[in-house]
């Protein structure tokens, strides 16, 4: 299983653009990138999918270099409310390995 | 998209009793997951819950401490046994859909005194 690494926490302002970067050196060939988001007291939530390049959906864009070792997370404009906890998971599409959370990355954003 | 729901929201047992928690869903899903976050920190995988056959259990976790029952495609229940104060943790849900999306419970949260 690919292992990844992700800051342990990141302030932002409220109006910027936050990007959260994940490394996942040992990334396979058939492995996808996913990332959540969870609130406090809540279970993670989806945010976006991808294998390489963009991919942008209404929450957000994940960007991909060609090699496939790093991931970044894009929030456009962060708001009070996307203070969360944002985890980055790498692992077969079909879901039996795309199961294991790492650390994760504190966002708290500031008024 | 998969709604997922969890009884009870939460719970404070006594030691050396054992707690059943319930996850349903609102469609027929094949795979179900069962997670333990403790306090502060990541989400650890428990299991998963197979319909019709025992669950699989992930390295440190075994059947006697987390019996698990998936009865049919839209239901589970994880038990934990003889509990103890390092078993107080919230315990999730999850599944995952046709479109390879995970969708998580709201989470069940146990403490042990």
């Known amino acids: 299983l690919a292992k990844t690494t992700q800051p342990i926490s990141m302030d932002s302002y409220e109006g910027q653009e936050v990007n959260i970067t994940c490394s996942h050196n040992n990334i396979a060939t058939n492995d996808y990138i996913t990332w959540y988001q969870q609130f406090p007291s809540q279970g993670p939530r989806f945010i976006i999918q991808g294998y390489k390049t963009k991919v942008t959906n209404e929450v957000a864009s994940l960007f991909i270099p060609a090699d496939r070792k790093s991931s970044t997370l894009s929030l456009p404009r962060v708001s009070l409310s996307d203070t969360a906890v944002y985890y980055c998971l790498v692992g077969t599409q079909t879901g039996a390995n795309n199961l294991f959370f790492g650390t994760g990355t504190r966002l708290t954003v500031i008024p | 998209s998969a709604v997922i729901s969890q009884k009870p929201s939460r719970d404070i047992c006594q030691r050396g009793t054992s707690l059943t928690i319930q996850c349903q869903v609102d469609s027929q899903v094949t795979m179900m997951f069962w997670y333990r976050q403790q306090p502060g920190q990541s989400l650890t995988l428990i299991a998963t819950?197979?319909?019709?056959?025992?669950?699989?259990?992930e390295s440190g976790f075994v059947i006697d401490k987390f019996p698990i029952s998936r009865p049919n495609l839209t239901f589970s229940t994880l038990t934990v046994s003889n509990m103890s104060p390092e078993d107080s943790s919230i315990y999730l849900c999850s599944v995952v859909d046709s479109f390879y999306e995970q969708y998580f419970g709201p989470g069940t949260r146990l403490t042990v005194t």
């Open positions: 819950a197979n319909q019709g056959s025992e669950a699989t259990y």
